[in-house]
């Protein structure tokens, strides 16, 4: 399998002149050193998109301009595509990769045992952990960061299906925030903090793109999905988890930054205030239109 992976990967590496201008091969390079030693560690500043921020920062403009003007202005005269059977993919890729993440985080149990064991040494126990351990996070941390972009195809369906609904202040806010600020942790503050973070949010998007998946099936799956009002509650205690981490970051003064921990706590809670009266006026209305 190791074998096989490792010969995809350097077929890859052949589109690297093509790519140059977007794409730093270092961190393709860097996974497959990784599965032949993973006592191998590379300059993570290096890795594709983690020179500077300037390729971020020019993705979340371009994503903006497309979602906002752009695609709505091409769209206008066009009938809606049908996307359903990419729709099922996509969907598809999104949860078996979150699930995945998921499980490979599990599968530290260094970084598990961090948490209980070396509570608020955070940055100093990432530090210190053995190189292929460290290899193999590093990756783990750069694929989450990277599925930020791969999340931006949900708004681009959207436009691309004229489903102008869809596509609100909460809807947009949260893919550029996540996709801004998830990198701002990665190149800046790259510990345990972040993957407490991730694992949330990776946990949230395996159950969330199951449900879209299913959704894309059609009416006669679609109504058997109930349990849509519960995915909103289910991402709000995400939030509600990640506060009362920070919180208790804060207060106990634990290492790394302060300020990205504050910063953290305040972001977290605009996202559970945002979703909470997305669920109040989108659900509550419901209910009252039912009891009339």
Partial sequence: ???ILIMLLRSYSKLHNTMANYVNMTTVEHVRLFIEDPNHVADFDHWSLMESP????????MYLAFVLNIGPRFMERRKPFKVKYFLIFYNLVMAVFSAWWVIQFLRYRSIVDGYFHKACHFNHYYKSMDPAELSGIDVLIWLYMASKIMELTDTVIFVMRKKHSQI?????????NMLVFTWIF???NRNLQIMFIALCNSTVHAVMYIYYMLSALGPSVQKYLWWKKYLTVFQMAQFICII???AWVIANGCDGSRAFSIFSLVNTASFYFLFSKFYKKSYNIKEKLNCN
Avoid at 54 to 59: A, N, P, R
């Fill in 1 to 3: 399998m190791s074998g």
């Fill in 54 to 61: 300037w390729k971020i920062l020019l993705t979340a403009v």
């Fill in 168 to 176: 609100t202040f909460l809807h947009v806010y949260h893919h550029v």
């Fill in 186 to 188: 990665v190149k800046y």
């Fill in 244 to 246: 009362i981490f920070y």
